[in-house]
């Protein structure tokens, strides 16, 4: 494959030509190792950072915060999602006794809790005393939840922009009630 | 031809030059995936990995020493030169205090070995993870308590710098309450806001 023509060799003694000159280096083999390296540095070099998704967390105070400090969250705008066993999630909005709307089983994605997510949204959006007032969630995963749920459920909250959401400790009541659904 | 060539070696002059090996660890996790495409910062966060109901911890390399320093004065636990030049070169790391000094005497391969490391504990009995959170924020802050008196920083950077950030890599499958664990023993020092490590996918799932 790689050869020098230097031209014609012996010759038949009739004419002394001169030799012709050919520069033209056969390069094949060298493109094909030094693609091989690109693509062996392409697939061993960790090029993109990992991705990470910031979460703040509420201050967990140990003083009681002062009264006039604890502003009351209306219950129409606020949407709880606990996550039990098997990727499953149970919604509601308002209180637990008395709810603005009824706790509803939902699967995670775009079918399932994105959908709620949305018209709760809306929902949200009509009773707002604020212009800029959305929905509220708060996140309660049980011992059921595996960690990819966490994580999906704040993606959520990312995709859907939700104005305000907390991760919150699951009360007994509430565990109570992902029991009587199955889902625990 | 030539030209192609001359493309080629370009391309893995750039790659080589960028290269950086994947650094082995010693909790291989695989993390669950997330739409947010923000980047986590480059210097000054550590990681806390979770895998199997097992807790790792990756000190940012400046701050490693420091961080050794004060684990062992308040520990009351003295370290050779030898081993904190070892701990300075150790990526990550997940064992009891006890077993610190048999992990540093081990050549770095050996270390990675999947049964070698056994986590750091972090149960309310004994809790070693808080112990290293702290001291490597406060080595962090150390240093930076240093740049700041030199006038290397301004006071404004200190402020976003001066503390240590933690990224949780946490395996997919890992039960939540191990993390809420650690998120707890976080926000018991003050440590309010931290990364969560995903991969990347997109919203159609």
């Known amino acids: 494959m790689a050869e020098l023509n230097t031209g014609g060799g012996g010759g038949d003694g009739k004419k002394v030509r001169s030799k012709k000159s050919n520069p033209g280096v056969d390069l094949t083999a060298m493109v094909d190792l030094a693609f091989l390296l690109i693509t062996f540095f392409m697939l061993t070099t960790t ?4 991705q990470s998704m910031p979460l703040a967390m509420p201050d967990k105070d140990v003083e009681k ?3 006039e400090d604890i502003t009351a969250i209306p219950e129409d705008r606020m949407m709880t999602i606990l996550i039990g066993k098997d990727n499953r999630i149970l919604w509601y909005m308002g209180m637990l006794k008395t709810p603005r709307m009824q706790p509803t089983e939902a699967k995670f994605g775009k079918e399932g809790v994105r959908k709620d997510i949305i018209k709760n949204t809306a929902y949200a959006k009509q009773h707002k ?3 800029d007032d959305g929905l509220i969630v708060n996140i309660k995963a049980s011992d059921a939840a595996s960690y990819r749920n966490l994580v999906d459920i704040l993606d959520e909250m ?5 104005q305000l959401y907390a991760i919150g400790d699951i009360t007994p009541e509430e565990i109570t009630l992902l029991k009587d659904k199955g889902l625990y | 031809m030539t030209a192609m060539c001359d493309v080629a070696f370009l391309l893995l002059s750039f790659f080589v030059m960028t290269a950086t090996a994947k650094q082995p660890e010693p909790k291989p996790v695989d993390t669950p995936a997330s739409t947010v495409i923000d980047k986590l910062p480059e210097e000054g966060v550590a990681t806390i990995t979770v895998g199997d109901k097992q807790v790792f911890f990756t000190i940012p390399r400046a701050s490693r020493r420091g961080t050794l320093e004060r684990i062992s004065s308040t520990k009351g636990v003295a370290f050779t030169e030898g081993e904190y030049k ?3 070169g150790m990526e990550g790391f997940g064992v009891p205090l006890n077993q610190l000094k048999g992990l540093l005497a081990l050549s770095p391969a050996k270390r990675n070995d999947p049964k070698l490391q056994i986590g750091i504990p972090y149960d309310s ?3 070693q993870l808080t ?3 702290k001291q490597a924020r406060e080595a962090h802050k150390a240093i930076y308590d240093e740049k700041l008196t030199t006038g290397e920083i301004t006071v404004e950077e200190f402020g976003k710098k001066g503390d240590l950030g933690i990224a949780i890599k946490g395996d997919a499958k890992e039960d939540f309450m191990t993390v809420k ?3 707890d023993i976080l926000q018991k020092q003050k440590k309010n806001k931290f990364f969560l490590i995903t991969g990347l996918r997109n919203e159609d799932f």
């Not at chain 1, 090029?47 to 990992?50: G, R, V």
């Not at chain 1, 990312?158 to 939700?162: P, T």
Request: aromatic fraction near 8%.
């Open chain 1, 47 to 50: 090029l993109s950072k990992p």
């Open chain 1, 65 to 67: 915060p002062k009264p």
């Open chain 1, 129 to 131: 005393t604020k212009p």
């Open chain 1, 158 to 162: 990312a995709i859907n922009k939700v």
């Open chain 2, 86 to 88: 070892a701990f300075e």
């Open chain 2, 125 to 127: 009995v004994n809790d």
């Open chain 2, 131 to 133: 112990d290293w959170v």
């Open chain 2, 181 to 183: 664990r650690i998120i």
